[in-house]
């Protein structure tokens, strides 16, 4: 997502054409490069004939781009908690992340702004025997917050933190997947998985998997929040404020991190954290409701920023439950949710349509609009279903509380309207948000959910749509569907795992019990004073959670 | 009386204790699922339940935590596996800073226009003065709270945030903490007036002050000298009520200006199940009750000389 407050100036379009021309291009790109002084610039520039508030221009867009060191970055972030520890097993919301993953301690790799992986704490990986044994190569001199190495034995007991029985670990389900995990060496950990998958590395980016010193006993530090992170600690107040510092031996220093502060303030309240960046008493937030995202565009020296990734509201069906055990049934459903009306009414059009398909824009193998047609509504289609499942009306219910998604409540209020032309009586039941996800998702047969989404198809199609998945939430079972996850898992070559994911996609498209109206946008907030990059990461909020790193103080 | 007073508010903390903990029991889920929320799996779950000893029966913890509390020790937060006190205390100070910030500005506005009020009874200041009380306290806190931030934030003069810690300076405490102290205020006020009002003039009927305004006393030496003394108890009633809500009853408050008190402390606790940072938040609002009524009670005692000199 690009942002507007950067306009490209170019001095070369000040003079005449030829070798004036050429000179002045070789200039400006000579300062950007920083091969030349500033003052050197003007006047070159102004002997070239150039206007001074022209090369003023480039001087301003140079300082914009090139970053600069220093200030301290205000973030009001929600999901912060009285109950937050640094354990990395019990991370839960995004005040956590920012603060452990961002700024604490990086995990093995990293999600790019393009999507890509990319290596973090480890340098590189080869994977062996259908991508079943893997070994990564722990990059060398990169030294802990308490000045020792970091070496493959922190890495092998901060992930077996969330191996076996005994791990109470959030994150215990990203790594089931692996059998074990020992060292090789200083500086090499192999791991070998139950069964073959290409996106392991992707996998070690997830914000459980911090990178914590081993305590020399098979376990992790955690407590003392000592990482390899470009911050640390200087005081976690759970819930409410968490001040870190530059860390002088950061490994990768003078490629990001720039800030010599960053200070972390949990602001669970919407209007709290908007008057909070209108007062300029923070630089950045996130999760602006949709309902408010106008106010913010009317505010001085305040910039929106939208980035549209996985997070996708979605409506789970159990498959197993009647009337939902018949495909008739779920088509039918899925054709009177009227998408478009639900983004704009609910979402206030900050979001994009989904089309009960879980790949959404953050993922590389998603299924084009000509292999997958967009679902739209249709009462007509949907009593076509009926007749085809033998019934002439339907009755169901939706359960649904904000804590499934926010506007749940709402987007089933719209949903029981529009499945009226097709003879359907949807009854929505307002859940409490109090133990919703124990009481009600996965255990009334058709409720509201949201999924922050996967970087890999493979990783959210095994852990929600697999049969076997521990959080398949539609309770669906599809044997070619299975089967090609294997298949996809363990092919190497790029074209052919395209077209597996892409019948995947197909599948649960045609056959699932997942109805997912919308894919909603990330919205929010900074100031001026910041500079954000034109590409931003969509897998999380504020850049990935990683604006500590990339942004700058202008 | 006092000893028999303090037993009975002993034995009402540990009812108290038990029904807190019997409600959090009634209610769904336990930490661990609150903890793992959508990333739960049963052998999490389990393996939290384990570790914390939450596969116990709740009789057994119950009695464990308060053979605890009974020794002075409030036992360990479930989720942030650290004693209780360390969570505690900054917080309580944080909530008694504001209690008594907003006491300090509340109580005597309420008692002068109260008693303002009384004197110029039915005249138009008296109205004014009521109505204006009455709108603000009828109005929800959070809303109180956004108008404040609205007039006084977005222009710049008062910080929205008011997230203060223990070493921030007094003076910059105070300003910090004035827009939250002034909706408190706001909302506070009326109630101690109104009762200061309704007891000056309940006072005022007497044949007492009759007698007074015949021997030509001034109205206002009437009030502040005859009157006010004999109306203390229901006033300091009503203000020992008003404090002890300072201190338990303005989560709201605490959210819109970011405030870390301990109403915050104890929602969080009911939201994932925390049981033992739960009664301990409970139990000192509950103290706070009580022990602001026996204050109050000791107060309109010694004021009543009728009452002290009884045997």
Known sequence: MSNTNNPKYAISNEVAHGETKAKAQHLQADFMAGAISRRDFISTALALGVSLGGATAVVKQAQAATPKSGGRLRQGITGGATSDVLDPGQILDAYMINVCMGQLRPCMTKIMPDGSTEGDICSGWQASNGGKTWKFDVRKGVEFHNGKDLTSNDVVDSIRHHLGEDSGSGGSGVVAGIKTIKTDGKHGVIIELKEGDGDLPTLLSDYHLNICPSNGEGGIDWQSGIGAGPYQLVEHNPGVRTLTKKFANYWNTGNEAWFDEVETLGIGDPTARLSALATNAVDAINSVPPKTAARLKNMRDVQTLISTGNKQATMPMLCDVKPFDDINVRNALKYIINRQEMLDKVFFGYGELGNDNPIGPANIFRATTDELPQRAYDPERAKHYLQKAGLSKLSVQFHAADTGFPGAVDAGALMRESAKAAGIDIEVIREPNDGYWSNVWMVKPWSACFWSGRPTENWMFSQVYLSTADWNDTHWKNDRFDMLLRAGKAETNQAKRRDIYVEMQQIVHEDGGLALPVFQSDIMGYRTSMHVPDQIANNWELDGHHACRRWWQV | ?311
């Not at chain 2, 204790?17 to 409600?23: D, K, T, V």
């Not at chain 2, 109260?114 to 008296?126: K, P, T, V």
């Not at chain 2, 205020?185 to 000056?200: E, G, N, P, S, Y």
């Open chain 2, 1 to 311: 009386m006092l000893v028999k007073r303090l037993a009975l508010g002993v034995l009402t903390l540990i009812l108290l204790s038990l029904l807190i903990f019997l409600s959090v029991e009634a209610l769904p889920g336990d930490l661990a699922e609150a903890i793992l929320g959508q990333q739960a799996t049963p052998e999490n779950t389990a393996a939290i339940r384990r570790e914390l000893g939450l596969d116990l029966p709740p009789w057994t913890r119950y009695l464990h935590w308060l053979g605890g509390v009974l020794q002075g020790d409030f036992g360990n937060s479930l989720a942030l596996r650290k004693p209780i006190a360390e969570l505690i205390a900054p917080r309580l100070a944080n909530t008694l800073f504001l209690t008594l910030y907003t006491a300090c500005i509340a109580v005597p506005i309420a008692l002068i226009l109260g008693m303002a009020a009384s004197l110029f009874r039915n005249s138009y200041f008296d109205r004014i003065s009521n109505i204006t009380a009455l709108s603000a306290i009828s109005m929800p806190e959070f809303f109180v709270g956004y108008v404040m931030i609205y007039f006084f934030a977005i222009s710049g003069y008062f910080p929205s945030m008011a997230s203060i810690n223990a070493g921030t300076p007094f003076l910059e405490k105070l300003y910090l903490c004035f827009l939250p102290a002034l909706t408190l205020t706001l909302v506070v006020t009326a109630h101690m007036m109104r009762m200061t009002r309704a007891a000056i003039i309940n006072v005022l009927a007497l044949p007492y002050i009759e007698m007074a305004r015949l021997k030509g006393v001034k109205s206002q030496r009437i009030i502040t000298a005859h009157a006010l003394p004999n109306a203390i108890a229901p006033i300091v009633n009503v203000v020992a009520l008003n404090l002890a809500y300072l201190i338990t009853g303005v989560v709201i408050v605490e959210i819109v200006f970011v405030f870390p008190g301990l109403g915050q402390l104890m929602v969080d606790g009911v939201k994932f199940r925390d049981v033992p940072v739960v009664q301990a938040t409970a139990l000192i609002f509950a103290s706070a009750y009580v022990g602001l009524n026996l204050l109050a009670d000791i107060i309109s005692t010694i004021s009543n000389p009728r009452l002290m000199r009884q045997r």
